[in-house]
C-alpha cells in the first residue's frame, strides 16, 4: 500500500487512453491487486476501530491520529471502489458499443479479450436488445441498421386525407398547432 489507488488509476487509464472501438484485454491480476489494496484498507480500517473500542473511547474522544487514519483508509477503500466501477462500466460501455456497430458475432480476437462474466454480459445483452427488436414483443424495428442520422433536419410531408382532428407539429423552439379538416 506505497501509493494509494496508483493501480486502480492504471486500469482507469488503460481504457480511458484506448483508441477506437477496441477493447484492452480483462486485467484479472491488477483488478486482483486493487482488490487485495481495498481488503488492507478494510483491515487496517477495522484494526484502528477495535483499538479505539479497546481503549474504551467514545467516537468524539478519539485521538486526532487515529480519527485521520481512519478518514484516510476509508477514502481510500471509496476511491478504489470508484475506479474499479468506473473501469467495469468503461468495459461494459465498449462492449456495448461492439454490439450496435459489429453485431450479434462475438468476435474471437475480442472474445479472448474479454472475461467469463462480460462474454455473459454481452449475450445478456444481445438477448435484450434482440427481444426489444422482435415484432411480437418489441417495437419490430431493428435499430442497429442505420446508426448515422440524416444531415438534413427537415422532411417534406404531404397530407393524404384530412382525418379532422389537431396535429402537433414541433417547429425549432416554438409549438404550432395545425387544424386539419
Do not use: C
Amino acid at each position: 500500500m506505497a501509493v494509494f489507488g496508483k493501480t486502480a488509476v492504471q486500469l482507469v487509464q488503460e481504457v480511458a487512453n484506448m483508441d477506437g472501438e477496441g477493447l484492452p484485454s480483462f486485467k484479472e491480476d491488477v483488478v486482483k491487486k486493487v482488490l487485495d489494496e481495498v481488503d488492507e484498507h478494510h483491515k487496517a480500517l477495522l484494526n484502528i476501530l477495535s483499538t479505539v473500542q479497546d481503549a474504551g473511547l467514545e467516537w468524539n474522544q478519539m485521538e486526532a491520529n487515529d480519527a485521520n487514519a481512519l478518514m484516510v483508509h476509508h477514502e481510500s477503500l471509496l476511491r478504489n471502489k470508484r475506479l474499479l466501477l468506473g473501469y467495469v462500466n468503461a468495459r461494459m460501455n465498449r462492449i456495448k458499443k461492439t454490439r450496435w456497430h459489429k453485431g450479434r458475432a462475438l468476435q474471437p480476437e475480442l472474445k479472448e479479450r474479454m472475461a467469463p462474466t462480460e462474454q455473459q454480459f454481452f449475450r445478456e445483452y444481445d438477448k435484450l436488445l434482440m427481444e426489444y427488436q422482435d415484432p411480437r414483443t418489441g417495437v419490430g424495428i431493428d435499430l442497429t441498421l442505420d446508426m448515422t442520422p440524416p444531415k438534413d433536419h427537415k422532411i417534406e410531408v404531404r397530407v393524404m386525407a384530412r382525418t379532422g382532428f389537431p396535429v402537433i407539429l414541433m417547429m425549432a423552439q416554438r409549438l404550432a398547432v395545425a387544424m386539419f379538416g
